[in-house]
């Protein structure tokens, strides 16, 4: 069992402190003089850690999770050979705070700027903040973040044609390559360790959100230079013919390449882990997909009836697979962790005309959960949750209740440490598959609106505001009155009991306020009669 192991590395460190003479002469007492002595067992090296995070991946996209409709026979692969959460969360509906979340193992409605977050957004983590690779990094490890970003970079007005700091390494990542924000959002430049990549000094990068720069195309003006029609935001400036959120002027030399960036990120992954070290590595490795603008690789293009967001799932599994392969031709694949996730749920329409509702079919991206990225109901924040450790994870479907917030706590202790993470819990043995005693509780967020879940239970307090997101089509969870549903008859979210259930009802609330604070609700108390 991996723990008694960890247990035996703090003990070793222990004797390692205790006085060298003492030491010698026990050790010529007890094992009859130096020629004897046992030299001790190497201590173990640490797991490796991995977590693969997709970027709106919904509960019901990945065949393991009842898609018909997409092949994603390597995360099946992981699915079905590790642990598959049926009730693993994400901390929000949308990117920002989710990440947020993953990476401090704090709620993201306890920081008020943890919303969807513009390119010119600064650093949302506090440089003073623990975080996941800053608690690895002192467990003795190397840490890396490949691909999407959207934490803020900078501490106001961004250059980004020097060193951009503060950013990923300032919080813990030794090495970076990312996107600054979003695929739909400028700039659209990798940037590596603080550099914008491939950037030529002689057309230096300038960007704005709130006015464009004299004489660039925009999306809403030229239409006629676009490939990919916008439908609703996404009209500012374009690059390869795609139009994005933000304006940008300049860096050509380093703009990205659309349908090449699953390949661009997969290739960096993989030479990450190939770089050889004497110490373990935490990677997370930020999958851009199925996010729009939805752009597979030509090679990928058909591989479903469903369009580009279908395709770009198909890419996502197959670099997942190249990923995994590379992990086992190392001989890494027995000593490594794997998280696979997404940062919240599904949307089919979010802001290009790419046919994804049209040609969506009978696919249920959110499974059997009512709901979508944006949406306090179950599919904003329900999401693919599995871990995976060859030789060292048993399959298994676990219904224990388990959310990313909790992987501070828990990759704490499979490295030997404590961290006491406010809201992180300590789930090792739930991620491991030896136990099923998942979270009590759990709030959830969606656009800076808060549920609660317990048990089998979920309040959603009452919410001004539109109940369904035109433009996305999605049912946001916004309603006059609380909802209370009970999952275990009702995983839809169908009957609200709130009316029958009062007791409960007030009972949900008493307790959501007692973790959320008061006032986070319109839930009037006449409700509550
Ligand atoms: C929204 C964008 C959407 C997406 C989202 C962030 C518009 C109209 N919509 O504001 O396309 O970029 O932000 O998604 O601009 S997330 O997964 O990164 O949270
Ligand atoms: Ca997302």
């Given amino acids: 069992m991996y723990l008694s192991t960890i247990k035996m590395t703090v003990n070793t460190k222990k004797i390692q402190q205790i006085p060298l003479l003492f030491c010698l002469v026990a050790c010529m007492v007890g094992c009859g003089g130096p020629s004897k002595k046992k030299t001790a067992p190497p201590e173990p090296q640490k797991p490796n850690i991995v977590v693969i995070y997709l970027d709106d991946l919904g509960y019901g996209d990945m065949g393991a999770y009842g898609s018909k409709a997409i092949p994603t026979p390597n995360m099946d692969a992981l699915a079905n050979g590790g642990v598959r959460f049926t ?3 994400a901390s929000s509906a949308t990117c920002s705070p989710s990440r947020y979340a993953l990476l401090t ?43 999407k970003w959207h934490l803020g970079l900078g501490t106001g007005v961004v250059d980004w044609n020097q060193e951009i700091s503060p950013g990923p390494n300032e919080v813990g990542f030794d090495y970076s390559y990312i996107m600054a924000a979003t695929q739909d959002r400028v700039p659209t430049v990798y940037i590596e360790d603080g550099k914008v990549v491939n950037l030529d000094q002689n057309d230096p990068i300038e960007v704005s959100y709130s006015k464009n720069f004299e004489g660039e195309p925009t999306g809403k003006d030229n239409p006629e230079l676009l490939t990919m029609k916008w439908h609703h935001g996404h009209n500012n400036s374009i690059v390869n013919g795609i139009p994005r959120i933000g304006y940008m002027k300049g860096g050509e030399s380093a703009k990205w390449s659309d349908v090449d960036m699953a390949d661009h990120f997969l290739a ?9 070290r004497d110490k373990p590595f935490f990677l997370y490795y930020a999958m851009q997909q199925p996010h729009v603008p939805r752009t597979p690789h030509p090679r990928f293009v058909g591989a479903t009836e469903l369009g580009p967001r279908g395709d770009v799932i198909v890419e996502a599994d197959w670099c997942v697979g190249q990923f995994i392969k590379t992990l086992e031709e190392e001989g890494l694949l027995e000593n490594t962790l794997i998280v696979l996730s997404s940062d919240n749920g599904p949307v089919l329409n979010d802001g290009y005309y790419d046919d994804a509702d049209i040609k969506n079919g009978d696919h249920k991206a959110a499974g059997v959960l009512r709901g979508g990225k944006y949406s306090l109901f179950e599919a904003g924040t329900r999401v693919p949750f599995i871990t995976y450790w060859k030789g060292k994870i048993e399959p298994k479907v676990s219904d224990a209740m388990v959310c990313q917030l909790d992987l501070m706590a828990s990759l704490a202790a499979l490295t030997g440490t404590d961290e006491n993470a406010s809201d992180s819990q300590e789930m090792l043995d739930v991620l491991l598959g030896n136990s099923v005693q998942g979270r009590e509780d759990l709030v959830l967020e969606a656009t800076s609106r808060t549920a609660y879940r ?76």
Avoid at 113 to 138: C, E, H, R, W, Y
Avoid at 472 to 497: C, M, R, T, Y
Wanted: hydrophobic share 35%.
């Fill in 87 to 89: 009730n693993g969360y």
């Fill in 454 to 529: 317990n048990g089998d239970w979920v309040f959603i307090p009452a919410y001004k505001g539109p109940a369904i997101q035109k433009q996305v089509k999605i049912e946001l969870g916004n309603s006059p009155e609380a909802l209370l549903f009970n999952l275990k008859d009702d995983p839809g979210q169908q009957n609200n009991l709130a009316t029958t259930h009062p007791e409960k009802l007030r009972e949900m609330l008493a307790k959501y306020e007692a973790i959320r604070g008061a006032g986070h609700s319109d839930t009037k108390p006449m409700e509550l009669k």
């Fill in 105 to 147: 193992g704090s709620y993201p409605w306890r920081n008020k700027n943890a919303k969807i977050l513009p390119g010119t957004a600064p650093l949302l983590i506090d440089t003073v903040q623990q975080t996941i690779p800053k608690m690895l990094k002192s467990q003795g490890y190397e840490t890396a973040i490949v691909g």
């Fill in 268 to 276: 960096k992954a993989q030479a990450y882990v190939k770089s050889k």
